[in-house]
């Protein structure tokens, strides 16, 4: 019986942030139309430049085609029947502080393991936290506006900075990039909005922790990070949903803005949920995520991919500035019937520009997982610099690894190296672990997680062990 | 423009194929034409391959009578390689050239007797058809119009056990013509089981300015433990336009070698697609590009493993120098059933000016968990060490430069199975790098002491 009850509470614990909060909600009927632009465009109380902005967005995509040269299979997504607006109900009147946020709201953070208050002081992380599709809670506001540093919704950040807002919302990710991109341009609700002043090392780890709660809604958030000459940046991104058969769309834009000799690191864990193990249900999470670093900038993406039931994103650098760095370190597990096609783009345009891409793959159970990369080193790009590795890791014998890397080089003086290697888990590894005591699912996470070890080191020391025990779970099951 | 191109070709391949034997596969062909649209920059296996030179190019008719000059005897020849010959002068035989008609394991699809046609019912257009399944892209419409357009085509046939001595040598050479034509070739090799044999399959033209088309296909099957060792040479003059495709099918325990070179023309696809079918097959699949000028060269190759417990290993250089572009695609396919495969690629390329372009995308597309499969690729140019340590030994920049290119690419020539052939290559490549005779003159010395006089 208690052996039973264990495996109960295992198969129970497969998506622990698989529940739903049960607050009053604000959503609007579903369907897409410029009336639906214009209404979220209203709610937000934005000025009538931003409404166009979004309109014009609008526009473009109803021109374009859901893009299918992806390695992923999944049904068409009816637009029409997403409702593109959902907000807690008490967040009509917005809180002033914590302590008049919805304390429901409060425990769903708690019960994520974000705890706004207390840990994070101890980490000194200054938390963004996104619900459904409205920012409701900005931690540490005060003491990073000491510092001169911007962080808040990209909502208050039209009304308060718009000079800042006009200037670099859409350069890096313009409304027509694609598909996805044009349609968060028309619909985005809310996101966070960071500028790093000239010369300024912001003072602590900023975050973003997003949730969609609200069933049969899209999820689409717009963050816009502006780091000024000379600063520095270090911000992290956590994703959760709750379980739910049907499946739900997210389709976010990130937008990185590294001016002369400043730095940004963004980092990314997703564990948005990713179907059940008969692959029913999950996130499809269509996400554009890129960075313009300019003359000795550095922008790095670390990403740690556990969730969603269908992957397609690809963090991006261009390469603008001479001397500007871009890195990649991409850990993404899929297990079940999960479908990843991820990777990310170098555009290589100034002088003496480097770029490193390290992406380890793990596919487990039924899942298929793709590395798409491009390696793209323009006739200005003297002296470039690229190293690429991409490893895949295949736990079972009905999950597929794919690599399908693009390498164009269009000046002698660049150099492309790229190096992909596909292996298993090997009887002799988990031979010599079971024979030292250690059980086959130790082994396996254990094998994994030295597998990933060059990105985990990447990120952020508290996330790093978040990192690892995520792989844990979501490898649970997945092996004898 | 495409759509007059595609037009013209059906019309053409209509016309020219009245071959009774092969009227099935010419009425598939036509269908399957009819139906394909010509690829553009937005298809993805043609992404970065122009077709404008042949869409505008008006290769609406077959050549004309051609004289066998000079010229073409002297390329016929192969730099005088032993070999049994076949030689087609703009799709005709020359009987002059050829003496590989004598052998009984060679013939043509016009000539067969019924057994030959037996074998060409069985097995002309099957092992091009897995290509249709493979989702590669190398299933594209040349290789349609090439069936719809068949009229005569090259059947060797090895038989059980059997090993030829001589390597077979088929050249299908073009010159100039008064109007631009195309060119439509065909290949069939069976080799049964326990064969033996090396084929030299040679494009060429005499220096002449070109106006064909050649759209060449060539399909072997490979049996039981039978080995075959491959060489397609493409060297072609640089007006001339190639689409060529190989297919291989390999049975239990057979092996393929080959070497695809990739000199000539301004503009050719090349597509090599290798199936392992039964267990314990290997294939070492080897080739060089090395585009000047405005020329554009485009390798795709796609390795199926089907089967578990086979092999494969992919070597592919490529130098551009110029304004020339190169593609290179290289997949590996391994299926849910193909465990226990080893299966490597790699792709190095070097630039040598800021004008010249290189696009490569090795593939790992894997199914199969107990595999092990690499591939690399890199993109740079001459190392500054190595120039640097050449220079100061008195070499000229040029020099140096001459015999890095030529040791990048030599490399791989060392490794041929058949010296006869790496013989009549170096030479070929020295010419290419050197350009100026002076250059290349020192490469030579110490190589090919042996084939001496010849070079000169």
Redesign the interface.
């Known amino acids: 019986m208690s052996s039973n009850a264990e495996i109960e509470r295992r198969i129970g614990n497969d998506y622990q942030a698989g529940f739903v909060t049960d607050i009053e909600s604000d959503t609007i009927a579903p369907g897409l139309s410029e009336d639906v632009v214009r209404f979220i465009s209203a709610k937000k109380g934005e000025p009538e430049w931003m409404t166009e902005w979004r309109l014009k967005a609008f526009r473009a995509w109803q021109e374009m085609a859901e893009p299918t040269?992806a390695h992923v299979h999944y049904p068409e997504v009816d637009f029409q029947a997403l409702s593109y607006y959902s907000a807690p109900k008490s967040m009509a009147d917005k809180p002033k502080s914590l302590d008049e946020v919805d304390p429901e709201l409060l425990r769903t953070y708690e019960k994520l393991g974000i705890p706004l208050h207390e840990q994070m002081a101890l980490a000194g992380i200054a938390v963004d936290a996104v619900f459904d599709s409205v920012s409701v809670a900005t931690t540490f506001r005060a003491k990073l506006a000491e510092a001169g540093v911007i962080f808040m919704p990209i909502s208050e950040a039209v009304h308060e900075h718009p000079e800042l807002v006009k200037k670099y919302l859409g350069t890096v990710v313009p409304q027509r990039d694609n598909f996805y991109a044009a349609l968060n341009s028309a619909v985005f609700s809310d996101g966070s909005f960071v500028y790093i002043p000239k010369g300024v090392r912001c003072p602590m780890e900023l975050s973003t922790y997003f949730r969609i709660n609200e069933a049969k809604t899209g999820q689409f958030e717009r963050t816009l990070i502006i780091a000024d000459e000379g600063s520095h940046v270090s911000y992290l991104e956590g994703c959760t949903a709750p379980m739910r058969d049907e499946n739900q769309l997210h389709a976010a834009v990130v937008e990185l803005i590294a001016l002369d000799n400043s730095e940004i690191k963004y980092s990314t864990v997703q564990n948005w949920y990713p179907g059940d193990k008969e692959g029913k249900g999950g996130i499809y999470n269509f996400v554009t995520k890129r960075a313009v670093a300019h003359t000795n900038a550095k922008v790095s993406w670390t990403q740690v991919e556990t969730g969603s039931a269908v992957t397609w994103k690809y963090p991006s650098c261009v390469l603008k500035g001479d001397n500007s760095v871009g890195e990649f370190y991409s850990v993404a597990l899929t297990n079940n019937y999960q479908q990843a096609d991820t990777g990310t783009k170098m555009i290589h345009l100034g002088k003496n520009t480097r770029s490193t891409i390290i992406s380890k793959g793990i596919s487990a159970g039924k899942s298929q997982n793709a590395y798409r990369g491009l390696v793209r080193?323009n006739?200005t790009a003297a002296g470039a610099r690229n190293y690429t590795q991409c490893d895949?890791l295949?736990?079972?014998?009905?999950?597929?690894?794919?690599?399908?890397?693009?390498?164009?080089?269009?000046?002698?003086?660049?150099?492309?190296?790229?190096?992909?290697?596909?292996?298993?888990v090997s009887d002799d590894q988990l031979f010599l672990c079971r024979q030292r005591g250690i059980d086959t699912e130790k082994a396996v996470s254990m094998i994994v997680n030295g597998f990933c070890k060059e990105v985990f080191k990447e990120l952020p020391m508290e996330f790093a062990v978040e990192a690892g025990k995520l792989l844990e779970v979501s490898l649970e099951g997945s092996v004898g | 423009m495409a759509e007059q191109f595609h037009a013209q070709q059906l019309a053409l391949a209509t016309e020219q194929a009245r071959n009774p034997l092969l009227a099935a596969l010419n009425a598939a062909g036509q269908q399957a034409f009819a139906a394909a649209s010509v690829p553009n920059r937005k298809t993805e296996a043609w992404k970065y391959t122009s077709l404008h030179n042949l869409l505008t190019g008006d290769f609406q008719r077959t050549a004309s009578q051609s004289d066998l000059t000079a010229g073409l005897r002297e390329v016929a020849t192969l730099g005088s390689l032993k070999a049994a010959r076949l030689v087609f002068i703009n799709g005709q035989l020359s009987s002059e050239l050829s003496d590989a008609l004598a052998l009984q394991q060679v013939t043509l699809f016009s000539q067969a007797d019924a057994e030959q046609q037996a074998l060409i019912s069985q097995h002309l257009g099957t092992v091009l058809a897995h290509a249709s399944s493979n989702n590669s892209g190398s299933a594209h419409l040349f290789n349609d119009l090439n069936n719809a357009a068949l009229n005569d085509g090259v059947l060797i046939h090895v038989g059980k056990n059997q090993r030829l001595e001589q390597p077979l040598q088929i050249s299908w050479l073009s010159s100039n013509n008064p109007q631009p034509f195309s060119i439509t070739s065909r290949l069939l090799m069976v080799l049964e089981s326990g064969a033996e044999a090396t084929l030299v399959e040679h494009y060429a033209s005499d220096e002449q300015p070109q106006n064909s088309f050649t759209n060449a296909l060539t399909e072997l099957v490979i049996g039981d433990n039978a080995r075959l060792q491959h060489y397609r040479l493409q060297l072609m003059q640089e007006d001339a336009l190639h689409i060529g495709s190989t297919h291989v099918d390999l049975a239990r325990d057979s092996q393929y070698s080959a070497f695809h070179l990739g000199l000539g023309t301004r503009l050719t696809r090349n597509d090599i697609v290798v199936n392992h079918n039964v267990g314990g097959s290997h294939c070492e699949l080897n080739g060089v590009y090395i585009p000047q000028n405005q020329q554009l060269l485009d390798f795709h190759t796609c390795i199926e493993h089907k089967v578990p417990h086979c092999t494969s290993n992919e070597v592919f250089r490529g130098i551009m120098n110029d304004k020339a572009r190169a593609v290179f695609n290289g997949r590996i396919h391994i299926h849910p059933q193909a465990q226990k495969t080893l299966a490597e690629l790699s792709n190095k390329n070097l630039l040598l000016t800021n004008t010249a372009e290189i696009y490569t995308k090795p593939e790992l597309e894997i199914y199969a968990d107990d595999v092990k499969c690499a591939h690399g690729a890199t993109v740079a140019q001459l190392e500054e060490k190595a120039m640097f340590y050449m220079q100061s030994r008195g070499i000229s920049k040029k020099e140096a430069e001459v015999m890095l290119s030529f040791g990048f690419i030599n490399e791989l020539l060392e490794a041929l199975p058949h010296e006869d052939i790496a013989l009549v290559l170096r030479p070929l490549l020295a010419h290419r790098f050197g350009r100026d005779q002076s250059l290349s003159r020192h490469l030579l010395e110490n190589e090919t002491a042996g084939l001496s006089g010849e070079n000169a």
């Open positions: 040269w080193m006739p895949s295949l736990i079972g014998d009905q999950c597929g690894a794919h690599t399908f890397p693009y390498i164009e080089s269009k000046h002698p003086s660049a150099v492309v190296e790229h190096e992909a290697t596909t292996s298993t």
